[in-house]
């Protein structure tokens, strides 16, 4: 019965119709220092790569009732990590049905890097969280976009002492969510095809490239920072994804650009036809040094359950990803995958009246899967043969 209430609060709160402005009340939150160090992201004391960065967890419990099991929730790239409203509210909405729920504030991410710490501190954050459950206790993560990766990665590592993943907008092929990010072509099996791309993650894209850019290093030191203050102020507001609405910030942030690193600059803003062949140049010259970030090798050594949840309106990463997942799962891998018009990359929205009753059903499966957080292979099917 407690999994079932868990489920129908899920349902209550994740849907479009609870507004992403309220959540739940009688949660608490309480943050623990993992290690101490530079503070990253927006307010960052040092430089990335300048030494360890200090790593904090959030957790999330709900102040009355028992205890279900326990979720990580593994951020995707973002400045605020954790802090993020939306994934606040995420964590909150979890805790209140009844899911003790650590946040790690990974520190790559904070500064806008997907980057090889990744899932070394992600697995000191889930080890963590596992030796204060209780006994026989396993906890099931959750990754949002770029966490995909740093969660297969840590799931395969741990083996039996992982639950389960439900990912959300997660990637199977780094490079190919690259060139999305750039192009929105999403490159799939069946064919390429083009959609809708988020114009704000441009710089993003830019900073993770910049090694392999084909431009002196102060000037790409000097891009960078337009590229982080462009992040920093632009994130969030969808306003801004219309034709046109970018270039004033553009204009602004340039002309605090020393004169040769404007050019670059623009080009990592995304306005200009280069960007694209500046992208592809940059992938040739890194050649395999981005491989590091597919989760392929973990999902080769993955047994545990895995539910991949996509948006097919994600403008950051594509659908297209998640069925590449499941098909590179190995052959002792569970998975289910679960395709919603409901959600895309940054918040949820009404279906069309045609589409509701299908929503409603993904909506009420993934809410059952994150509701059996310690028993995920209840909603998962049997391995494959």
């Known amino acids: 019965m407690d999994r079932a209430a868990a489920t129908a609060r899920l349902a209550r709160w994740l849907g479009p119709w609870a507004g992403a402005e309220r959540a ?78 650590t946040a790690p504030a990974l520190p790559a991410f904070l500064d806008l890097l997907v980057d090889r710490s990744l899932p070394d501190d992600l697995e000191q954050a889930v080890r963590w969280a596992t030796a ?80 392999w850019l084909d431009a002196p290093t102060p000037e790409v030191e000097q891009a960078a920072h337009g590229w982080r203050r462009m992040i920093y102020r632009t994130w969030g507001r969808m306003e801004l994804k219309a034709p046109g609405r970018l270039e004033p910030f553009v204009r602004e942030e340039e002309h605090a650009l020393p004169p040769p690193a404007r050019a670059l600059f623009r080009l990592g803003c995304g306005l200009g036809p280069e960007t694209t062949a500046a992208v592809e140049a940059a992938l040739e010259r890194a050649g395999a040094a981005l491989s590091v970030f597919d989760p392929g090798p973990a999902l080769a050594r993955l047994a545990c359950p895995v539910v991949i949840c996509h948006g097919r309106d994600d403008d950051v990463i ?27 990359h940054t918040g949820s929205a009404l279906p069309t009246p045609g589409a509701l009753a299908r929503e409603a059903w993904t909506l009420l499966a993934m809410a059952r899967a994150l509701a059996s957080a310690g028993q995920l292979e209840r909603v998962v099917g049997p391995a494959r043969a």
Request: proline fraction near 9%; charged fraction near 25%.
């Open 24 to 101: 739940p009340g009688a949660v608490t939150r309480s943050t623990h220092r993992l290690r101490e160090g530079r503070t990253p992201g927006q307010h960052a004391t040092s430089p990335p790569g300048d030494g360890p960065s200090v790593l904090d967890v959030h957790v999330y419990e709900r102040e009355r009732g028992a205890r279900l099991g326990e979720w990580v929730v593994v951020p995707g790239l973002h400045f605020l990590g954790p802090d993020d409203p939306r994934l606040d509210r995420f964590c909150r909405i979890l805790a209140h049905a009844g899911f003790r729920v």
């Open 318 to 344: 594509p659908w297209g990803e998640a069925p590449k997942l499941r098909q590179a799962l190995s052959a002792r891998g569970r998975a289910r995958v679960l395709l919603t018009g409901m959600y895309g």
């Open 132 to 211: 204060r459950s209780r006994p026989g206790e396993r906890p099931s993560l959750f990754s949002i976009s770029f966490g995909s990766w740093p969660a297969l990665e840590v799931a395969a590592r741990l083996g039996a002492g992982v639950d389960g993943v439900v990912t959300f907008g997660g990637y199977a092929e780094f490079r190919s969510v690259v060139r999305f990010c750039c192009d929105g072509v999403m490159r799939a099996p069946s064919g390429d095809l083009r959609l809708a791309r988020d114009p704000l993650n441009c710089p993003a894209l830019f900073l993770n490239l910049q090694r």
